[in-house]
């Protein structure tokens, strides 16, 4: 067996301690110069680099680190920074936190550009945003050859990291009737010239990420592609460079032809969420080109098993020559954490299962090195069951069928069986769940984590403020209550934390947006709910009011969205499970005399697949029925609500719909009205709430502005359907303007009464 090549598409790069994190948060408040944060981040560059030249990689990253975002990152070395940004006359790196945060100061007053999910991950970016003001010009001291200098100095050839043309301008926003195409030009003698003095600097390799390439791609997307690449691997080549295209998340479907016949010297193709990437390498591989074959998963934090990966291996190598097969991630490692190392509570027993960035480099070189050794103890231990089933959730899954999918009686009867149970106003208002989480409600889940405080200290602290949160509801005049979410941090932690089958990691945080970070649950094995998690909260709550008060849980779909699931079991399995889990507390919450249950779904929409074809086979024919199971048992009384946070979901308005909650709750406030004629078009069913102000905001809605937003959705929607609430939950807000906002809330739908 020759001896493989290795490559690694990024590393983390927030700092195994999360110094980044605190550094810049530092930094922000004036504590420390921008001198010292640089130093922080260069001693994270150094640590990764060596880590990845300890494991031996042949192709090691640069540029892949990040303040902010790599496209933003894109952004400012093309110089697409809006005038504005630049009016304010910062620093460098002032100006970019400004474009990513905004800026409020001396020196002027700027919101900061849009952020959006990159790609199908929870990580997100700042949209570049082009206008007529834009002129694309390579940065002057363009952050790559920094980098790359960086890593030299420190004697690690590298190699440079950009993210392609053709992604940029694919997911930046235009004004003023521009395009893409109005831009490439620039764009591309901004990119020879930096291939140049990378190449000047030492670099032997550039690599080019353009993971847009794995969405449905139209003609005219596909020849601005071509056209991009015609002329740049032309441009790099004449500088002595060789070139990669890098791509991730998916397969090319779309462009693999093209992709394969421009003449690049390497090929990044994703064999973990690339479906078909096998398949295109059947129809052909250019011959002396590097595969950079993605098998091990960058995504999630399982151990590869070395047996699977050498087949994978097998495969590729009928098509492609084993000698030009360089083993890799899948996509960036900046989606898992640091390291299993810094784990020192979860026992060995379960640490030998994972696996993140440090301990995935390891195995890039245990495959490339084809140590026997290694293999053996791998075998050995993908040999052992990892978990046991849980044979109560295995027979309550066997036995699922259709009923237990099907709510009834139907929608428009359950309408009316409820009104009469709840005589609510028109446009009934409430809120989303949360309530200000003040210091000292975190203080007390602090206390009481820590073991300062006793139980009954702790759920004494929580029924004050259960009781003051329903009082102050009351005193409001809201119709429907909810007792304010005191208990918990987050709201799939709390379930996880809740659930049998869930383990959680110390400091295993992946970066979500900018410096902030989410350390995800683990799904380890079969989920079930061994005891009542909300119902006591609840049922103090309903026994403070004769209003109804909302039981509040979240969906089994946003549960395992914001977790690192199982690889042994499917995620609609995995989802069944959460499911159950969830129906056993919607009942019990039922029998215990809660009248409305709100299921929020928050992060439905979020695993959406790249491509629309697969939307429903992959995603949405588990998802919806994974919702209905959660609720299909419940009483023709029982009302159900769920919650979506963005409102981009008029693409998948029917599907919503076939949730089949009573009354939808969702972020209406920011955007334009588009949803609401979706609404009206798909003769959607389901009673809405679109949120009437945004709660990111400290800002208070006056009557008016809530009475107009309300005038805009009655427009489109019957008004019978129609609640009034918020549009998302309060905890990130204060007391103060919390209880100004719901005033003014209360009495627009109050206005509207009466008109
Ligand atoms: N019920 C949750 C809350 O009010 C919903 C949070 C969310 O949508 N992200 O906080
Ligand atoms: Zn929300």
Redesign the pocket.
């Known amino acids: 067996m020759t001896l493989r090549k290795t490559s690694v598409i990024g590393f983390p790069r927030i700092g195994k301690n999360r110094e980044l994190k605190f550094a810049s948060e530092k930094f922000f408040k004036g504590e420390i110069s921008e001198e010292e944060l640089k130093k922080t981040a260069s001693a994270i560059r150094l640590y990764g680099w060596e880590k990845q030249r300890k494991a031996g990689i042949s192709f090691i990253p640069s540029n892949d680190f990040s303040f902010y975002d790599n496209l933003l990152d894109t952004a400012f070395l093309l110089s697409v920074i809006p005038d504005r940004y630049k009016q304010l006359n910062l620093s460098e790196l002032e100006t970019y936190f400004a474009v990513a945060h905004g800026y409020q100061g001396a020196k002027g007053d700027v919101r900061a550009l849009p952020m959006k999910k990159w790609f199908n991950t929870n990580y997100h970016y700042i949209v570049p945003s082009i206008d007529g003001q834009t002129k694309i010009q390579l940065a002057s001291n363009p952050k790559p050859l920094f980098e790359y200098n960086e890593a030299k100095a420190a004697g690690i050839q590298t190699v440079p990291s950009l993210i392609g043309i053709y992604t940029f301008l694919r997911l930046s926003n235009y004004s003023g009737g521009l395009k893409a195409e109005d831009f490439v030009e620039d764009a591309l003698n901004a990119y020879a010239q930096l291939a140049e003095q990378l190449r000047k600097a030492g670099a032997e390799w550039i690599s080019i990420a353009e993971p847009a390439l794995v969405f449905d791609m139209s003609e005219q997307e596909k020849s601005l592609f071509k056209k991009i690449y015609a002329t740049l691997v032309g441009k790099v080549h004449a500088t002595g460079l060789k070139v990669s295209l890098q791509t991730y998340f998916g397969d090319v479907r779309d462009v693999y032809a093209e992709l394969t016949s421009l003449g690049f010297d390497g090929i990044g193709l994703d064999f973990i969420e690339g479906k078909k990437s096998l398949d295109l390498l059947k129809s052909g591989f250019p011959k002396n080109t590097l595969l950079f074959a993605g098998v091990v998963n960058g995504k999630n934090i399982w151990r590869s098993e070395y047996e699977k990966k050498n087949a994978i291996l097998g495969k590729i190598g009928e098509y492609v020559d084993p000698q030009n097969i360089v083993i890799g991630t899948s996509c960036s490692l900046l989606h898992v954490p640091y390291t299993v190392d810094s784990e020192n509570i979860l026992s060995e027993s379960i640490k030998k299962y994972l696996a993140f960035a440090e301990e995935k480099i390891v195995e890039l070189s245990d495959l490339a090195s084809q140590d026997e050794e290694k293999r053996k103890q791998n075998k050995a231990l993908f040999g052992e069951e990892r978990v046991q089933k849980n044979s109560s959730v295995q027979q309550a899954l066997s036995k699922l069928s259709e009923a237990d999918f099907t709510r009834l009686p139907e929608r428009g009867e359950r309408k009316k069986i409820q009104k009469d149970v709840f005589k609510l106003p028109p446009y009934p208002t409430t809120t989303?769940?949360?309530f200000p989480q003040t210091a000292d409600v975190r203080a007390n889940r602090a206390a009481f984590k820590k073991g300062s405080i006793s139980a009954e200290q702790y759920k004494e602290f929580n029924r004050k403020k259960i009781s003051e949160c329903i009082a102050l509801q009351e005193r409001l005049g809201l119709d429907v209550l909810v007792h304010g979410?005191f208990e918990r941090n987050d709201?799939v932690e709390y379930f996880g934390n809740n659930l049998d089958g869930f383990i959680f990691t110390q400091n295993a945080w992946v970066q979500s947006y900018g410096t902030r970070c989410v350390k995800p649950p683990v799904v380890w094995g079969d989920v079930h709910r061994s005891a009542p998690i909300t119902v006591e909260w609840s049922v103090f709550a309903q026994s403070k009011t004769n209003k109804p008060v909302k039981g509040?849980l979240t969906g089994p779909v946003t549960i395992l969205n914001w977790s690192f699931p199982r690889e042994d079991v499917s995620l609609k399995e995995q989802a069944q499970q959460i499911g159950l889990a969830i129906r056993d507390e919607v009942l019990d919450l039922e029998k215990n005399g809660i009248k409305i249950i709100?299921i929020?779904e928050?992060a439905l929409r979020e695993k959406l697949p790249l491509r629309k074809s697969d939307w429903h086979s992959e995603y949405l024919d588990w998802a919806i029925p994974a919702f209905r199971l959660v609720h299909a048992k419940v009483k023709p009384e029982t009302q159900i609500h769920t919650?979506m946070?963005y409102s981009e979901f008029g693409d998948i308005i029917k599907d919503i719909d076939a949730m089949d909650a009573d009354v939808i709750t969702f972020e209406a406030s920011r955007s334009d009205l588009k949803l609401l004629d979706a609404i009206k078009e798909s003769n959607f069913r389901t009673q809405v709430g679109p949120g009437v102000y945004d709660i990111h905001s400290p800002r208070v809605p006056s009557v008016e502005e809530i009475v107009d937003a309300l005038h805009k959705i009655i427009a489109k929607v019957d008004k019978e359907n129609v609640w009034v609430n918020p549009d998302?939950?309060?905890?990130t807000r204060g007391e103060t303007e919390t209880t100004a906002s719901l005033k003014n809330l209360v009495e627009a739908a109050e206005r509207l009464r009466k008109e």
Not at 728 to 731: M, P, R, V, Y
């Open positions: 989303i769940g949360s979410e709201m509040m709100q929020d928050a919650h946070c998302c939950g309060l905890k």
